[in-house]
């Protein structure tokens, strides 16, 4: 008997269909932050650049050297002269080595900020990407209730002009309704494949199952005041800190540039075997200097542009932040309406409709309206929905951080 019941459990599990993944929001973006390699490569172009900010601190490496001197004329053997070991020492000037660290210093900074820009990216990417899934999800939801509704429509029409009551009309135009609402479901569940392929793409997960989105999304907070938005966006984009970053590497360069002007030091000792040593010191001589002119005004150049793609960046923050606040406020105020007066008298207008099409107290051309104006409202809050969450998913990129 028991093996029975193992077999038909085999049988089952084996013919059942792959579970549907149920998958939130704050899960696909923890996914995407987990899984995406664009993601991992910011991350190691990070840690690579703060690996080199004490290495230019490091003096260069020493020389050791062997010397015979005073060889005799005519000899061929060095040990016939005086043998001397040597040792040597390049210390570079203090203004260089500092230029070099805040070169290096910022750069690892300009990195890291690249990374926080790309994080943000990505779960504003993963977002975006759940929010087309979820809008697809609900547009089926609504097309398929549709559907319900005008087959309904159909077998009432059908019976009308069964009695007389109606024309042909009303049934063919019902009919033709039902199929169109049927091929709407079909190119949205191809449309689904689609969505579905690119928000795994953006998590770079795999799976055989369904990835099957929350049934509604709990996002309806504040965006707060666009003038708190701009500020924190200023003080805290990543792109605007990584320009900056960017624009200070430039200032060190330029530093460095100056402190070509300024000589490196040659220390060296020399030990004879029988007796006595030698020191030694030297330093460079920047006599042409005219060499180090040109690079010191390519220095200033590429400060100069800069500062000016730093300046365009902030004009171009404040504008962002500007058209997403406007979107996220039109997206609430939307979502707010439809939910609270459209949505319940469009059902409530499908409900009176059918009724009184039954009881011949309006005509067919009124009850298809009326479920037309159903269909688009429902089809719009979930519209709605979905701008206002992109629109917030775009102002947590700019200002680099949640929305409280």
């Not at 020389?63 to 390049?90: C, F, H, V």
């Not at 979820?134 to 089926?140: H, N, P, Y």
């Not at 019902?174 to 169109?180: S, V």
């Not at 609402?181 to 793409?201: C, D, Y």
Request: charged share 25%.
């Amino acid at each position: 008997m028991s093996r029975i019941i193992v077999s038909c459990l085999i049988v089952i599990l084996y013919f059942a269909p792959a579970w549907a993944e149920q998958l939130s929001l704050k899960e696909a973006v923890e996914t995407a932050r987990k899984n995406n390699p664009d993601l991992a490569a910011a991350r190691a172009k990070w840690e690579a650049a703060k690996v080199k900010v004490p290495q230019v601190l490091s003096l260069a490496d020493p020389k050791l050297g062997l010397e015979y001197e005073q060889i005799p004329s005519g000899s061929r053997n060095p040990e016939d002269g005086m043998k001397m070991y040597t040792a040597e020492q390049m210390i570079m000037f203090p203004g260089k080595i500092y230029a070099e660290w805040q070169m290096a210093a910022r750069e690892s900074d300009f990195f890291g900020a690249r990374y926080r820009a790309k994080l943000l990216e990505i779960s504003s990417q993963a977002k975006a990407a759940y929010y087309d899934l979820f809008l697809v999800d609900r547009s089926l939801k609504i097309i398929s209730e549709v559907k319900d509704l005008l087959s309904k429509i159909k077998i009432t029409s059908q019976s009308k002009y069964t009695t007389g009551a109606v024309s042909q009309t009303d049934y063919l135009q019902a009919n033709i309704e039902y199929l169109m609402m049927n091929n709407e479901l079909i190119t949205l569940g191809q449309e689904r494949k689609v969505k579905e392929a690119k928000l795994r793409s953006i998590l770079a997960a795999q799976g055989e199952g369904t990835i099957e989105t929350e049934a509604e999304l709990a996002f309806l907070g504040s965006s707060g005041a666009a003038a708190d938005l701009e500020k924190a966006a200023l003080e805290k984009r990543p792109e605007l800190l990584a320009m900056k970053a960017e624009l200070e590497a430039k200032d060190a360069g330029q530093l460095r540039s100056k402190m070509e002007f300024f000589p490196d030091l040659d220390l060296g000792v020399k030990k004879r075997v029988d007796d006595g040593w030698d020191a030694m010191l030297s330093f460079s001589v920047p006599l042409y200097f005219w060499k180090q002119s040109y690079g010191l005004a390519a220095a200033g150049l590429e400060r100069e542009a800069a500062e000016a793609a730093y300046k365009n960046m902030q004009n171009m923050t404040r504008w962002e932040v500007r058209e997403a606040y406007v979107m996220a406020e039109t997206g609430k105020r939307t979502i707010e309406l439809y939910k609270k007066s459209i949505l319940p008298q469009s059902r409530q207008a499908v409900k009176v409709g059918l009724t009184a099409y039954q009881a011949g107290k309006i005509d067919f051309q009124a009850l298809i309206g009326v479920e037309k104006l159903y269909r688009e409202a429902n089809l719009k809050y979930y519209e709605s929905q979905v701008g206002y969450g992109k629109a917030l998913a775009e102002l947590e990129r700019i200002i680099g951080g949640e929305i409280l």
